[in-house]
């Protein structure tokens, strides 16, 4: 049996800076528009966090019966390492995307959102089928796509709407930022994998767009957020602290810029979070301050 460690490894850690700072930047653009609820903020992050577990623990049970993760370099994997049984770690996902539906069902029917019930199933439904069902679409060079979505716009705006009723620019330039990142930490982890991948049949982005177009990709991604904050500190000036990132995303371009392969990958998606994390942080301060 896997142990209490293994399983928090599993839950892959590293990625929660892409459920987290989303929800941060969101409840910072609520702020700027005075419907600011710190309950429903709390809500909004249960939701995304456990949305991130599920996802992780999906992946790690879809892409281990698979076999696709018989030969990937990277994070440890309970279903591929063989250290927890496949059934185990599917219901796993199913009690942390469980744990999502219902915080979230609690949040839609508290602010009277109603419709955002819909939008909870397509998160739901997103996080599942990624690598999970006949036809996973992170399996046809759609998985970048959706984390664009969902760790951008779904969860900034998201967070944004259940609290204020409408969208406005902040929160749409904090999505766009976000959305970025977490993208840039997804191509960081497919360039990694672009051998295995290919040979367990997983066509992602960055195996359709090749090692050379996945790194220049990678390289546009994490430069976005810094345009973007330039075009926020418009409205709020000291958005500006959000260039306080830019050295944690140095040593990543370094590395997919340089030619970096394989193991050498690793720190790049750990910086990268990291720096979406400190992004979303600083920008939520002063969001707050103003």
Known sequence: MATAAQWISGTRPRTLPNSIAPVLVGAGAAHHLGAFSA???????????????????????????????????????LVGSGAAEPVAVRNAAFAALGLAAVVGLVLVLSTGRYWMIAFGAVCLAGAWFYT?????????????????????????????????GRIGWVGVAGAVAMGAFSTGVMIANSLRDIPTDLEAGKRTLANRLGDAGARRLYLTLVTLPFPVTIALSVVVPWTLVGFLAVPLVIPGVRRVAGGATGLALIPVLRDTGLAMLVWGVTVTVALFAS
């Open 39 to 77: 309950l429903w903020s709390a809500l909004a992050l249960v939701v995304s966090v456990s949305l991130q577990v599920g996802v992780n623990f999906a992946n790690d049970y879809s892409d281990g019966i698979r076999g696709t993760d018989e030969h990937r370099v990277g994070p440890f994997r």
């Open 132 to 164: 999970g069902g006949r036809k996973p679409y992170g399996y046809s060079g759609l998985g970048e796509f959706a984390v664009f979505v969902f760790f951008g716009p779904a969860a900034v705006l998201g967070t944004l709407y259940v609290q204020s």
